[in-house]
């Protein structure tokens, strides 16, 4: 649905934050991070609405942007 890919400035890891829609009518961010070609970490956490959703996801990619994570070109 909607999704942000960071890159670190070597470009040899990624951050990936994505905000779905559930079965159960609810809204998830799914968060992926790890090295390029391997194999990546995952987590989910899921939210009442898409704003709790939002508000969630956007917390991640700051802390990711902090990290020293850049958008994707």
Known sequence: MIEALLYRSSQTRFYRVE???NLFAEASVVIEWGLIGGKPCQRVTCHSDLRAAST???RY???AIKRGYARAA
Do not use: E, G, N, Y
């Open 19 to 21: 905000i779905t829609l």
């Open 56 to 58: 969630a996801a956007d």
């Open 61 to 63: 990619r700051q802390r």
